[in-house]
């Protein structure tokens, strides 16, 4: 079945304290990214990744890194997490980007940060 | 920033009545989509207009576009309980060569029995 595949779906940690959240499609898509989604402001592109090794800076950056040394797995980092990282994060994953393409959603991790 | 802005922000109807929404955005696109989310589950694509094309049905929905006014509608015909959902547009705009799509704050629609 074609997935994108987010862990964990809930996370509650503390301020300061480094943290990853996997993502991973088995759909061989080229184009993947992590949004943030958050009452009132909808999905908000935080970083995005073109291909192995190819990343670039979405809106909401700040806070956050990720790396994509496979082309199935984009992990989203945060060094050092801050209250205002709390959020609701979606993966998505697609063939080559928008253009003419559907993105595929991870089902959400939860993260709140005290 | 929000390319897209949807409109109403919330929506409510009772079964077999139709739904519509609005998207609004601001710059030239290569194509709009449609996406619905269940309460703070994953997103998921409805449907797809490119820049060139004018109206676009799948099912029960209808989806218009019209560039020269940037602003397209989701039309969901005889709604049932199951479409109680959020559904977001997200546009895919021309001078961003990759393709990365901008959603709006989406609209929420709740349909009752």
């Known amino acids: 079945e074609a997935q994108v595949t987010q862990n964990p779906r809930y996370l509650i940690t503390v301020t300061g304290k480094k943290l990853t959240v996997t993502c991973s499609q088995n759909?061989?898509?080229?184009?993947m990214s992590w949004y943030r989604q958050d009452p009132g402001l909808g999905l908000r592109q935080i970083y995005y990744s073109m291909n192995v090794e190819v990343t670039d800076k979405g809106d909401v950056p700040e806070g956050y890194k990720v790396s994509r040394k496979e082309k199935r797995n984009f992990p989203l980092i945060l060094e050092s997490p801050s209250p205002n990282q709390t959020s609701l994060y979606f993966c998505a994953s697609s063939l080559s980007g928008g253009l003419n393409t559907e993105a595929f959603f991870g089902q959400g991790t939860r993260l709140t940060v005290v | 920033s929000q390319q897209g802005e949807e409109d109403p922000q919330a929506l409510s109807i009772q079964e077999g009545e139709n739904a519509t929404m609005n998207c609004s955005y601001k710059t030239s696109i290569n194509n709009l989509q449609w996406y619905r989310q269940n309460s703070g589950r994953g997103l998921v694509h409805l449907i797809l207009i490119r820049s060139n094309e004018r109206e676009k049905h799948s099912g029960r929905l209808r989806v218009t576009l019209d560039t020269s006014k940037k602003s397209s509608s989701l039309l969901i015909t005889a709604s049932r309980a199951a479409d109680t959902a959020s559904y977001f547009c997200?546009?895919?705009?021309?001078?961003?060569?990759?393709?990365?799509?901008?959603f709006g704050a989406g609209t929420q629609v709740v349909v009752t029995p």
């Open positions: 759909m061989n898509h080229e184009y």
């Open positions: 997200a546009t895919d705009a021309t001078y961003d060569s990759w393709g990365k799509l901008q």
